[in-house]
C-alpha cells in the first residue's frame, strides 16, 4: 500500500531557484543534464515545472511542460532519496498531472518504472538508447553543414522541422535552446538541401561531457556531418552522448561506427493519442526532461 504524506506536505509551482536544486538531484541520480538547461526549459513553460516541500524543505520534484493546445511531456520526476517511501512521489505524480489534464502526455522513463507508468495510462512506443564515449568521426559531406550564430534568419524553417520531429510546437523553448548566450556553452549548427535548412543539431557541455540533441536529418549522411561538425566544437577527447531512438536504425547503426557504447536507455510513452513522428529523421532527441 502506498503511504499517504504526513500534514506539513505541500506540492507547489518552482522558482528557477528552487528547481536549481532539483536539476542537482538529476546529477546525483547520473542523468548528466546540461550546465545551462534551466533557462531553456523554463522558456517551454515557466509554470510546468513543480516541486514538494516537507516541512518547508524540497524532497520531490517534477516538470510538466505544455506544448500547444493538447500536449505536454513529464521529466525530472524525482523523489531525494532521503524521502522515499513516504508517499511525496506520488502526490508530487498527481499534481503534475493535474496540471497535464486532457492532453496527451509523453515521457522517457527508466524502463524499470514502465509497468508503474502503465497503470497512470502510458503505453510504450519505443526505446530510446543512450551512447556515450569519445567517438571516431565519421567522414561526411561537411559542405553540407553549416554553423548558425545568433541571427534568427532561420528560425521559423528550424520551427517546422522541430515541430514535425517533435510532434508538437514549442517555439520559445527551441529559439532559446538554439540562439543560446554564448554563456550557456550550446551551439548549433544547420544542414541545408538547395537552399533549405533539412536538418539541425545542438550540442551542450554538460556536467560530464557533452550532449548532442536535437540530432534531426533527412538521412544519415547529413546526420554524420551535423554529428561532426558537433563533436568538432566539443573540448578534444570529451566524451559526447547521443540519445538515439531504437525505432531509427541508421542512427543507431551511425552511433554504433563511431565506436560509443550504449550506456542507458529510456522507454518513451505516451498517454493519450501518441504522435506520428518521422522515426527516420530523429537522430538524436532532444532531451529526456522535455522530449
Known amino acids: 500500500m502506498t503511504a499517504k504524506p504526513r500534514d506539513g506536505f505541500e506540492v507547489r ?3 528557477r531557484d528552487d528547481f536549481s536544486i532539483a536539476i542537482g538531484w538529476a546529477r546525483e541520480e547520473g542523468w548528466n543534464p546540461g550546465l545551462s538547461d534551466r533557462d531553456a526549459f523554463f522558456a517551454a513553460d515557466p509554470g510546468g515545472f513543480l516541486m514538494g516541500f516537507a516541512d518547508g524543505n524540497p524532497v ?5 511542460v505544455r506544448y500547444g ?3 505536454g511531456f513529464l521529466g525530472f520526476y524525482i523523489v ?7 508517499g511525496y512521489g506520488m502526490a508530487t505524480w498527481k499534481a503534475g ?5 486532457n492532453r496527451t502526455v509523453g515521457l522517457d522513463g527508466v524502463v524499470a518504472q514502465q509497468d508503474n507508468y502503465r497503470k497512470s495510462g ?3 512506443v519505443g526505446r530510446n538508447i543512450r551512447f556515450s564515449g569519445v567517438p571516431g568521426l565519421p567522414e561526411a559531406d561537411k559542405s553540407a553543414v553549416t554553423g548558425i550564430d545568433v541571427r534568427i534568419d532561420h528560425a521559423d524553417q528550424l520551427e517546422k522541422l522541430d515541430r514535425m ?7 520559445d523553448f527551441l529559439r532559446a535552446w538554439v540562439f543560446a548566450a554564448p554563456d550557456a556553452e550550446r551551439k548549433t549548427f544547420a544542414a541545408f538541401e538547395n537552399g533549405d535548412l533539412s536538418g539541425f543539431a545542438t550540442i551542450r557541455r554538460c556536467a560530464e561531457g557533452f550532449k548532442i540533441g536535437p540530432l534531426f536529418a533527412p538521412n544519415r549522411p547529413s546526420a554524420e556531418a551535423l554529428f561532426r561538425a558537433c563533436c568538432g566544437h566539443a573540448d578534444a577527447g570529451a566524451t559526447i552522448m547521443l540519445d538515439v531512438p531504437e525505432a531509427n536504425r541508421q542512427a543507431v547503426a551511425m552511433a554504433e561506427s563511431t565506436g560509443m557504447t550504449p550506456v542507458f536507455e529510456t522507454a518513451r510513452m505516451y498517454r493519450g493519442a501518441a504522435p506520428e513522428l518521422p522515426w527516420s529523421r530523429i537522430f538524436g532527441v532532444t532531451s529526456f526532461e522535455l522530449g
Do not use: I, N
Not at 60 to 64: K, T
Not at 97 to 101: I, S
Open 13 to 15: 509551482r518552482a522558482t
Open 60 to 64: 520531490s520534484s517534477v516538470s510538466v
Open 69 to 71: 493546445d493538447d500536449q
Open 80 to 86: 531525494h532519496p532521503d524521502a522515499r517511501g513516504k
Open 97 to 101: 498531472m493535474a496540471y497535464l489534464e
Open 122 to 124: 502510458f503505453q510504450l
Open 165 to 171: 520531429c517533435f510532434g508538437a510546437p514549442r517555439p
